[in-house]
């Protein structure tokens, strides 16, 4: 039976690339970094699994081209058009310290004196560090992530607590409600 916590989304297939079978795919943040080893990927909406051989992976422009042992023509490429892909976690070669931004997502955030600061809503990829958007009745915040704010990541506990730095305050979405002079 397929357990969909054994698996990690890469991403989907949103259209052919060239005339080879290669395939340009809508990658979840992060997910590429994990896939340095070329692990098989998979297709898990049908009854039965379908393992897909990872030959290359190439970044053109801010997309990422996936080729796939067995996928030369255009036309055998066009029928992943909107397929999820997914990686078995155990295929995985992730760095110590490193999560898979999935995992992350609506953990709790709190201060380290144990106050609720929110969930952790999303994570952008910045290049210098990943930031962390933290969601709660406090506002919305972005928390770079460093060892100097993220103190301490508990993924079965699904906790993270953090150490705002002086100068880190809420943001308010534009347009909210009191931000206009009402």
Known sequence: MISPDDYLSVGVVTRSHGLKGEVVVDTEPGATDFLTALPPLWILDGEEPVRLELKKIQQVSRRFVFRFEGYRKREVGD????????????????????????????????????????????????????????????????????????LEMDLEARTMTVKLLPGMEPQTPTGAAGTDGE
């Open 79 to 150: 029928r992943l058009i909107g397929k999820r892909l997914w990686a078995k976690r155990s295929d995985l070669e992730m760095p110590e310290g490193a999560y898979a931004v999935h995992d992350l997502l609506g953990i709790a955030v709190r201060l380290e004196d144990g106050a609720a600061l929110g969930t952790l809503a999303d994570v952008l990829l910045t290049g210098a560090n990943d930031v962390y958007v933290v969601r709660g009745e406090r506002g919305e915040w972005y928390l770079p992530a460093t060892d100097q704010v993220v």
